[in-house]
């Protein structure tokens, strides 16, 4: 069975675009978790959906920062605009049934704002 | 300036010794503990999970172990070979997810 897929693996754009995240979710699982890794903060949980419905938005960083989930198999991050404090790892993972289990996860996009 | 970023607490081992990685969490409502591996350029996978009424769990080569009273979380990697290799993340999950900062395992052939 593929995993989660995440596009693009890798990104580098200016400050100021747009950028869009892009995940597939593993077919089946009703949970999508965004998450954001960098050096100074390690792994944090940015917002998660249950059933393509925003459960908990409030690891969103701030306005600049939106996700929406069209459908079941499709999810995008999307910030506007960018800036380099942006820079870092995004992780996309999805479960079957929610926090109580364990995640599996995409392989990432590394993002670098210049 | 100089940046400031996570220390990764780095554990080295000989190939066959056994591996402790110890994590701290802080939230004793807490009820459900995983522990994640990720290997350079890839995402968390996985290895094992716990839930608060157990103090005991033992995996293939691995055991968690969970101290409530205390509040620390262990796991332990018997005979631990070079693909072990990886930063080691304990999660603990309350009304939300929160991770630990990892620790870095290295071994040495």
């Known amino acids: 069975d593929a995993g989660v897929i995440q596009s693009p693996r890798h990104e580098v754009t200016e400050m100021g675009q747009e950028v869009t995240l892009r995940c597939k979710p593993i077919s089946g699982h009703d949970y999508l978790f965004w998450y954001r890794q960098t050096m100074m903060r390690g792994l944090e949980l940015l917002i998660y959906f249950n059933n393509n419905v925003p459960i908990d938005d409030s690891g969103m960083p701030e306005d600049r920062f939106s996700a929406k989930m069209p459908n079941a198999s499709f999810s995008t991050l999307k910030i506007q605009p960018s800036e380099p404090r942006d820079s870092a790892v995004y992780f996309c993972?999805?479960?079957?049934?929610?926090?109580?289990?364990?995640?599996?996860f995409g392989d990432g996009t590394r993002l670098s704002i210049l | 300036g100089e940046s400031v970023g996570l220390h990764l607490p780095t554990l080295s081992v000989q190939e066959g010794d056994n591996s402790i990685i110890n994590c701290a969490y802080s939230n004793s409502a807490s009820d459900y503990f995983i522990w994640y591996k990720q290997e350079s350029g890839k995402g968390p996978q996985f290895i094992i999970d716990i839930r608060s009424n157990m103090d005991k769990r033992q995996g293939q080569r691995v055991t968690v172990l969970l101290n409530k009273t205390v509040k620390h979380l262990s796991l332990q990697i018997a005979a631990t070979q070079p693909g072990d290799s990886a930063v080691y993340f304990c999660a603990e999950i309350a009304y939300g997810m929160r991770f630990g900062a990892g620790t870095r395992l290295t071994v040495k052939p």
């Open positions: 993972a999805s479960s079957s049934t929610g926090l109580g289990q364990p995640q599996h």
